[in-house]
Antibody, heavy 119, light 108 residues
Framework: QLQLQESGPGLVKPSETLSLTCTVS??????????WGWIRQPPGKGLEWIGS???????YYNPSLKSRVTISVDTSKNQFSLKLSSVTAADTAVYYC???????????WGQGTLVTVSS | EIVMTQSPATLSVSPGERATLSCRAS??????LAWYQQKPGQAPRLLIY???TRATGIPARFSGSGSGTEFTLTISSLQSEDFAVYYC??????????FGQGTKVEIK
């Protein structure tokens, strides 16, 4: 059974960089059938796609966040990571990682991790 | 960018009744549409993909229909565990891949 698990600091100061890692277990991140994505959800609000990466390293970002987002992949560790720079309180959210397919949509999700931006 | 619009924002339904949720795309997404269920404090769960195919383990009371720009998620007889927020998402022109704003199904 595929599992995804987010990890990283739960508190980030304004203007600093948010860094999260998603560890994939029970399957290979190098599968050619899937992308790997980050999605966030501010408290009480809807879901916002942040960006996605293919195992080869090809990346795709939400235009509204593109200038601040970097997603990378480490196939040797079966992990992919998110960096969001110059954070503000508006970036406070639960951050999810997910497996993405052009056939199924997002079929596996991590449990999510709350990141609060505050001094 | 394709915009997904869901209606209504909130749907009040009694247990055992039928619930019908709508999702509209700003341009055709063929049948490349998924529905997700999210309960408080939980990650979204894939319910439907390909507009009408139930994901593994999803009960038969959930059904999806539509193609092009108009889609519907129907819950035939609402159970207590079905009260949640439901999101649609297109993956035809992807990335980017936006979600609809969600429909909250609440107990009437």
């Amino acid at each position: 059974q595929l599992q995804l698990q987010e990890s990283g600091p739960g508190l980030v100061k304004p203007s600093e960089t948010l860094s999260l890692t998603c560890t994939v277990s029970g399957g290979s991140i190098s599968s050619s059938s899937y992308y790997w994505g980050w999605i966030r959800q501010p408290p009480g609000k809807g879901l916002e796609w942040i960006g996605s990466i293919y195992y080869s390293g090809s990346t795709y970002y939400n235009p509204s966040l593109k200038s601040r987002v970097t997603i990378s992949v480490d196939t040797s560790k079966n992990q992919f990571s998110l960096k969001l720079s110059s954070v503000t309180a508006a970036d406070t959210a639960v951050y999810y990682c997910a497996r993405e397919s052009v056939t199924y949509g997002r079929d596996y999700w991590g449990q999510g991790t709350l990141v609060t931006v505050s001094s | 960018e394709i915009v997904m619009t869901q209606s209504p924002a909130t749907l009040s339904v009694s247990p055992g009744e039928r619930a019908t949720l709508s999702c509209r795309a700003s341009q055709s997404v063929s049948s490349n549409l998924a529905w997700y269920q999210q309960k408080p404090g939980q990650a979204p769960r894939l319910l439907i993909y390909g507009a009408s195919t139930r994901a593994t383990g999803i009960p038969a009371r959930f059904s999806g229909s539509g193609s092009g720009t108009e889609f519907t998620l129907t819950i035939s007889s609402l159970q207590s565990e079905d009260f949640a927020v439901y999101y649609c998402q297109q993956y035809n022109n992807w990335p980017p891949s936006a979600f609809g704003q969600g429909t909250k199904v609440e107990i009437k």
